[in-house]
């Protein structure tokens, strides 16, 4: 899942980038040279060459965008524009995002810094860009309308504020908003403390992801962005699972993970094998007396969650969405379940009819993670992903969080899958068994729904 290769390839341009423009001194009056990334490869920390010194994140299968220092002040440029991602390996979306990808990338400042942001728009309509969560002045808050005109197409507005308190943010358009986050415009944004924090903890390892969610019909390439509820592709930054990266630490690492909700449902984000305490909200770090141990968290529409935990259990993990129909890709939802109905036989006389007739699910639908079944072109198969075991019946919001004891210091690279230890997998009892019938045909006649509901002026009667 990652290439080390082209990853020093860009972090060595990214800081050339970097440092190449804080010596070109008379460049300075003019924009910031964009940075573009097109590479869907979780991108190394970018360690801060300039300013003040932090902790760098890791953002799944995102990068954080270079800046250069103009009299003490971070310059960074986003530009909003149509980009292509691929969302899985086969299947790709055009979406709007920035420099290159969707999500755009995260922008890692320290607390008290000055900040600038030039964005440029190239997207066909006018936009404005919200910092999601900052202390700012109101006319720096991105609202289309109410606190800025928008930016009309072609055109540069600037954005300037000091980034007042540490924690985690987000970012995403606030003109034509249900449109443009359809389309996959948003990003994450960390501001690190400046000095200790009573409520921050060091880390050794620091993550982040988006949630975002598209209505992308199986075999099309753009999403539908009228969608209100509906969704398909349930996605952390712009990917599925198992196209989403793995997240890869040493054994009795300090851990934190940052998660943003910018999708239009709750997610419940679930962890294996650990306990985890929420440090972090959209208010920024919580309290530690305010803390309680979790293996779930919700984290709702538009909210931000900083969890911690201490990663001292080796193995591979799951973390996911505990929504079951979000660790799933593009699928019909008004299939009939078929559990425990006997329709031997009947299928071929269908496809006598409709050739391309298939009926899933008598047994439940877990064949359906190894089932080489034709998909229209550009979609993800619905559950996928395969282990050491077999198929994993997932999509969407599911990865592995990856604990090894020699995973080194700073390596971020997927250590590959887990060596269980012998005599610790769960085994086949092989002594005698007891007989398992299938339950046999009901000889209840009765027709199951027999009770006639009749709607009537104040609703529904029996
Ligand atoms: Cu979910």
Redo the contacts with the bound molecule.
């Keep these: 899942m990652t290439n080390t290769h082209s990853r020093r390839q860009f972090f060595a341009g990214a800081a050339a980038s970097v440092a190449g423009l804080a010596v070109a001194r008379s460049a300075l009056a003019g924009l910031p040279e964009p940075v573009i990334q097109t590479s869907v490869e979780t991108a190394p920390p970018l360690v801060p060459q300039t300013g003040r010194p932090y902790n760098p994140v890791v953002t799944l299968n995102g990068w954080t965008l270079p800046w250069r220092m103009n009299n003490g002040v971070k310059e960074f440029h986003l530009v909003a524009e149509p980009v292509v991602r691929e969302v899985s390996p086969g299947f790709k979306v055009n979406m709007w995002g920035y420099n290159g990808q969707s999500p755009g990338p995260t922008i890692e400042v320290v607390e008290g810094d000055r900040v600038r942001i030039f964005v440029t728009n190239k997207l066909p309509e006018h936009t404005t860009i919200h910092w999601h969560g900052q202390r700012l002045p109101s006319g720096m808050d991105g609202v289309g309308g109410l606190t800025q005109r928008a930016i009309p197409v072609g055109k540069t507005y600037v954005y300037e504020f000091e980034a007042r308190r540490p924690g985690t943010f987000m970012y995403h358009p606030h003109a034509d908003e249900m449109v443009q986050m359809a389309m996959g415009m948003m990003g994450m944004w960390v501001t690190h403390p400046k000095a200790k924090h009573p409520h921050i903890s060091e880390v050794d390892r620091d993550f982040c992801f988006l949630?975002n969610a598209f209505d992308v019909e199986p075999g099309s390439k753009t999403p539908k962005v009228n969608t209100m509820t509906d969704f398909n592709i349930?996605c952390w930054n712009s990917r599925v699972f198992p196209a989403i990266d793995t997240l890869n630490v040493r054994l009795n690492d300090r851990v934190r993970i940052r998660v943003g909700n910018l999708t239009m449902?709750?997610?419940?984000i679930h962890l294996h094998g650990h306990e985890f305490l929420v440090t972090g909200t959209d208010g920024g770090p919580t309290p530690p007396s305010t803390r309680w141990y979790e293996v779930t968290t919700d984290v709702a529409v538009g909210q931000m969650r900083q969890i911690e935990l201490i990663a001292d259990e080796e193995g591979d993990w799951a973390l996911h969405?505990?929504?079951s129909h979000?660790t799933m890709n593009a699928m019909g939802h008004d299939v009939p379940t078929m559990i425990g109905v006997d329709h031997r036989g009947l299928v071929k006389k269908i496809q006598k009819v409709a050739p391309d007739y298939m009926l899933m699910g008598e047994r439940g639908m877990a064949d359906m993670g190894e089932m080489q079944m034709q998909i229209p072109d550009n979609t993800a198969p619905m559950m996928t992903g395969t282990g050491q075991f077999g198929p994993l019946d997932m999509g969407g919001?599911f990865t592995v969080f990856k604990v090894r004891k020699d995973q080194k210091p700073g390596d971020y690279k997927d250590p590959g899958p887990y060596k269980f230890p012998q005599g610790t997998v769960a085994y086949e009892w092989t002594g005698a068994l007891p007989p398992t019938p299938r339950p046999a045909a009901s000889s209840d006649k009765t027709p199951a729904a027999a009770k006639v509901v009749k709607p009537t002026a104040k609703g529904m009667s029996h």
Aim: hydrophobic share 25%; glycine share 0%.
């Design positions: 949630l349930w449902t709750n997610h419940p969405c505990h929504k979000h919001m």
